[in-house]
């Protein structure tokens, strides 16, 4: 049944998004494009359409190098494939330790009786953690600090999101025989009912993408038959595809042509969520397929999931400083507490919160990094953290 679309105009590139803006021989003018390895002169190599970078390539540069590589990542996911994959994006032994708090949890959730849904099966079919950001924190918090000192995960949000993004996660692990998604778009207007869509004007179908990025951080080697994403590059483009992912035609053609990748262990996947993706099936005899799914998000838009931060932060500054004192660059710090804390001022109560000297008061973000560069104790940070809490309440 196709969907509803707002009643009023309905022509292309028109205020709103309408029938004809949805027909599939617009989709395969869109996607039916070979990326160029030549226009992205810092990717490594294209893989199935996709690019590949070498983490090595984007992580720890300076300047105007970084700027130049951002500029190429920005292309790359707007305007080219919409997908990259970064090969060696984390090392193996923080993945390994990260990967036993995250089993950790999950052993603690079955104790406890829960059995967390996920998007491939029926409760208990397989394993979910949401909120893992947060948990991994309160967790195993020097863990959580060394995964998300990651650069080459800081070039690419901050290359599609700026400085402050906001880091959300989710682990799936995905048993044999668990079955693949539906091709479908992401959050936000992909979480949008269907009824609702047409009557988002088509200015916001082209900023949606633009508030998030998907991730996805292979924890252990993915051949294909173990059902890494399915992808269909350069669909992103297409702006009434909010609208058509789920018609038939849409899904048969993304079944006959979307591409999947074998990752190793380290290895990144990141994405413009308007591209048309799905979670593999895992046909593999034993491959217990784990991944950090990452949902990061502007400053400036609602993240999916809530997270109490300032329970994150106070669970993570021992390791921020005590990696301080170790002689950590600082680059690496600040990635680590841009994932943790929050790094937008508003919305505050400015009767109280009041942005004396500057155009906003101080972020979350702000304090901690304040806090490092002093050395604050931790109970000094906690009262700091405390106080902005007190004067954010309406």
């Known amino acids: 049944m196709a969907t ?56 720890a540069i300076e300047g105007g190098e970084r700027r130049a590589v951002q500029a190429e990542l920005i ?22 330790r990260t990967s036993a708090a995250f089993f950790a949890i999950i052993e603690d959730q079955r104790s406890g009786g829960l059995a967390a849904g996920d998007h491939f099966g029926a409760p208990g079919a397989n394993d979910r953690i949401w909120n893992a950001a947060q948990k991994l924190a309160l967790h195993d918090p020097a863990a ?17 999101l700026g400085p402050r993004y906001q880091v959300t996660s989710q682990v799936n692990v995905v048993n044999p025989g668990g ?9 936000h207007l992909g979480f949008v009912p269907p009824e609702h869509l047409g009557a988002y004007p088509a200015h916001m179908h082209r900023a949606s993408p633009a508030l998030t990025l998907q ?40 079944a006959a042509h979307h591409v999947q990748l074998p990752l190793r262990k380290g290895d990144a996947v990141f994405f413009n969520p308007a591209l048309y993706h799905g979670a593999g099936s895992n046909v593999s005899a ?39 004192a170790a002689g950590r660059p600082q680059r690496e710090l600040e990635n680590a507490v841009v994932a943790t804390a929050e790094g937008y001022a508003f919305p505050t109560n400015l ?13 979350q973000v702000d304090i901690v990094l304040d806090a490092l560069a002093r050395d604050l104790t931790d109970e000094d940070l906690h009262v700091a953290l405390c106080d902005q809490n007190e004067r954010r309440m309406p």
């Open 179 to 187: 079955q693949a998604q539906v091709p479908h778009r992401d959050y």
């Open 215 to 254: 991730g996805a951080v292979a924890h252990c080697d993915m051949p294909v038959e173990s059902g890494p994403t399915m992808l269909l590059p350069h669909s992103q483009r297409f702006t009434g595809g909010y609208l058509a992912f789920n018609r038939p035609e849409f899904v048969d053609y993304f």
């Open 4 to 59: 509803p679309l707002h009643p009023d105009v309905a022509r292309r590139d028109g205020p709103w998004i309408g029938e004809p803006d949805l027909r599939l021989e617009s989709f395969r003018a869109d996607v039916e494009r070979d990326t160029d390895l030549a226009d992205y002169p810092r990717a490594s190599s294209v893989r199935a359409n996709v690019l590949v970078y070498r983490a090595a390539t984007i992580a």
């Open 286 to 324: 034993g491959i217990k397929r784990i991944a950090n799914l990452m949902q990061i998000s502007s400053p400036f838009g609602r993240a999916m999931e809530s997270l109490d931060r300032t329970a994150m932060v106070l669970a993570v500054y021992p390791a921020l400083r005590a990696m301080r």
């Open 75 to 96: 292309h790359a996911l707007a305007d080219g494939p919409g997908v990259v994959v970064i090969t060696g994006a984390f090392d193996a032994e923080v993945i390994d």
């Open 351 to 363: 009767d109280r919160d009041q942005p004396i000297g500057s155009l906003a008061p101080p972020s």
């Open 144 to 160: 959580f600090a060394e995964y998300y000192t990651n650069d080459a995960l800081a070039v690419v949000c901050q290359a599609w």
